[in-house]
């Protein structure tokens, strides 16, 4: 038993994590010691900061930010004066976004030839069907990603299935391969994958990789993309995570995309770790969706990867867009049907595409909207929009896991029940494990697959991307995944929200008031 803790404490102390959150803890109470001190040194400096305070306050209430995130940092500032302000000095503002900004708008400015789309496309979709034309619209105008035909589709229930279709289309790459990931852990699949990744980079084929470096905190090593460099494989880290005191660590790169020679693309929820293709046990089954692209429309999945790639090389060399088009290496034309449009959604600027896109789901749904979401951690603008929708007749469901990777999430995941539970939404947790896909299907027409949680995090604070569908079979293949799943869940009754205890619902009070900054 002594063996096993020492052998835990060891494991601590030399993880990188554990060095990180030190070195913040010590920076943060020294910053807050010394103002504590200040703030008692006297009268005057303690009035000072008490008015530095109030204008904090005023700022933030007439900041164009979610009213969730006002709400939550005047609390803290009104309760704990001096200590609330220094830490919305700290951690209220991030200060990379107006150099990265400038970054993408570059980039984008350059790349905004090759991303008009065909006239065509949206011109069929307005005279199939307006409504979602519209929705379209907005996607192409705001994240600035267009709407694509010419483009197959397949969707992949578990990360079990997409597994041996992802090595084999990695292994008939001949020209480059793009991959961009949150999290990688060593283990069957990454080895797999890494063995290709360096047999193709030593063919000659243009690999490279980009990995989120928080992601990553606990299962690479410290400066792992030296090893792959060392394999020929071109390595970058997004935004990595120091020991500084800085909102900048809040500002991750979510997205999981993958790209091979321009005409084929993956993306959804699955990140490169055993457990995601449950060869590594981790919270029971670990149920999660993704999407195979060929076509068209993996153009948009190549820009966004060519965006962040031209960001995080910090070169002023742009990439030239056209060698990277679907038809460079497919020249012959491409077979589909419907309208698919990738898009991803950004932390720098003040548009929430990841949220609007959910919203004008639910608000143009006549019939029936699905979700599946690892964590529910909604605005009042979300849950206007769902409570709303359940009370027009809509058929409103949320599916969320039985068993969760976090529990502090899942007790605020649950606190959001109740509301929409008294508003008609009918709720299932996935019983069998955890379910991390991010889904959303409505009226037999249109279906979201992609990395956006329905949480803070991922809409507003991170780099994540989707792909939106219309008319085509993944859509139906999305909704008849989703009735199958029902079979593996518990419906939620108000009986057992009113059945929680006093403690956990004050625990869940406090959560409620932090979400925005958790």
């Avoid at 079990?160 to 990688?184: G, R, S, V």
């Avoid at 690999?207 to 071109?234: N, Q």
Wanted: net charge neutral.
């Amino acid at each position: 038993m002594l063996i096993k803790v020492l052998k835990k404490l060891l494991q601590l102390i030399f993880n990188r994590i554990f060095y990180v959150a030190v070195a913040l803890l010590v920076q943060l109470g020294w910053i807050l010691l010394l103002f504590w001190r200040l703030n008692n040194y006297s009268k005057y400096a303690s009035a000072v900061l008490s008015i530095i305070s109030v204008l904090c306050v005023l700022w933030i209430a007439n900041k164009k930010i979610n009213p969730s995130y006002k709400l939550a940092w005047i609390t803290l500032i009104l309760a704990i004066p001096v200590f609330g302000m220094v830490l919305y000095l700290l951690f209220g503002k991030s200060r990379v976004t107006t150099a990265m900004q400038e970054k993408f708008d570059s980039i984008l400015h350059e790349s905004w030839p090759y991303l008009r789309g065909d006239p065509m496309a949206m011109k069929g979709l307005w005279e199939k069907d307006p409504e979602v034309a519209i929705q379209s619209q907005y996607i192409q105008r705001f994240s600035g990603y267009p709407l694509h035909k010419n483009t197959s589709v397949e969707y992949f229930q578990v990360g079990d299935d997409i597994f041996p279709i992802l090595i084999k289309e990695l292994e008939n790459a001949q020209h480059y391969i793009f991959m961009e990931y949150f999290i990688i852990n060593d283990g069957v699949m990454w080895r797999s994958i890494l063995d290709i990744l360096e047999k193709k980079a030593f063919q000659g084929v243009d690999v490279r990789l980009i990995y989120d470096d928080f992601g990553c905190l606990t299962t690479l090593p410290h400066k792992y993309y030296e090893f792959l460099r060392s394999k020929g494989i071109k390595c970058e880290v997004f935004n990595p995570f120091r020991p500084l005191l800085n909102v900048i660590m809040n500002n991750r790169d979510h997205r999981k995309i993958c790209v091979i020679d321009g005409h084929t693309g993956f993306t959804g929820g699955i990140n490169l770790a055993d457990e995601y293709i449950n060869q590594k046990e981790r919270f029971g089954h670990w149920k999660d969706t993704a999407v195979m692209l060929k076509g068209e429309g993996v153009w948009n999945l190549t820009a966004m990867f060519l965006h962040m790639w031209n960001v995080v090389t910090k070169t002023d060399e742009v990439s030239n867009f056209k060698s990277y088009l679907p038809h460079r290496y497919h020249p012959s034309p491409f077979q589909g049907e419907g309208y698919v449009q990738p898009y991803c959604d950004t932390p720098l600027d003040d548009e929430t595409v990841g949220e609007n896109v959910y919203l004008n789901i639910i608000n143009r749904a006549k019939y029936y909207v699905y979700i599946c979401t690892p964590y529910l951690i909604i605005d009042n603008e979300m849950m206007t929009a769902l409570c709303l929708a359940s009370k027009s007749g809509v058929d409103v469901r949320i599916m969320t896991p039985g068993i969760p990777d976090k529990k502090i999430v899942f007790l605020l995941t649950r606190s959001y029940y109740e509301q929409l539970l008294e508003a008609g939404v009918k709720i299932y947790e996935y019983q069998p494990g955890f379910l991390h896909a991010k889904s959303f299907v409505c009226d037999d027409k249109i279906a979201v697959v992609g990395t956006i949680n329905m949480d803070y995090r991922s809409l507003y604070l991170h780099f994540e991307n989707g792909v939106w569908m219309y008319g085509n079979q993944a859509v139906m293949d999305v909704k008849q995944d989703y009735i199958d799943t029902l079979d593996y869940c518990k419906k939620i009754t108000i009986t057992f929200c009113s059945g929680r205890k006093l403690p956990e619902r004050m625990m869940q009070s406090v959560l409620r008031l932090c979400a925005p900054m958790l």
